[in-house]
């Protein structure tokens, strides 16, 4: 089993779509959207947005978004923001998903930001353990959303 972990490549999108349709089944089906390839094209584009991912044998196991915004406090420092974490479910409690995070958080150190936030919708103890675990903690800001 060979395990690699780095950032997605622009040829794997289709991989991604797959693995993201577990994270929300009920989404509309991206594929079926005329603008994705325009889309992609700019996420690949973008220096600032970025998607580590874990290959086991070369499949993509283990995904997340981190986007680094410029900033003018804290000394000009940007800051990350990680999003859409998902691990494929026939490949979890293996690890994968710390990985991917670790990732993502050491793109944050070498790109010089003062923080890494992450918020999750999830209310399972588990899903909050693992991104405990990962080095993440909780109640040190309020989130807030607004769905549009």
């Known amino acids: ?12 999108l289709g991989e991604l779509l797959r693995l993201y349709k577990q994270l929300h089944p009920e989404d ?19 220096p600032n947005l970025l998607y580590p991912v874990v290959r086991v044998d070369g499949e993509i196991v283990s ?10 406090t804290r000394g000009q ?12 479910p026939g490949h979890r409690k293996k690890g994968y998903g710390t990985k991917v995070l670790h990732k993502a958080v050491d ?7 003062y923080k ?4 999750t919708g999830s209310k399972s103890e588990d899903t909050l353990r693992f991104y ?3 080095g993440f903690r909780k109640g040190v800001k309020t989130g807030f959303v607004i769905n549009l």
Do not use: S
Not at 28 to 44: F, T
Not at 63 to 72: D, G, M, S
Not at 77 to 88: S, W
């Open 132 to 134: 405990e675990n990962a």
């Open 107 to 113: 793109i944050a150190r070498e790109r010089e930001c």
């Open 77 to 88: 420092r940007p800051y990350a923001v990680i999003e859409n974490v998902m691990t494929h």
């Open 63 to 72: 995904t997340c978004t981190v986007a680094i915004i410029k900033n003018l």
């Open 1 to 12: 089993m060979v395990e690699v972990i780095e950032l997605i490549r622009p040829e794997d």
């Open 28 to 46: 509309p089906d991206p594929e079926d959207n005329p603008e994705l390839a325009q889309i992609w094209d700019e996420i690949c584009q973008d």
């Open 116 to 119: 890494v936030m992450l918020l």
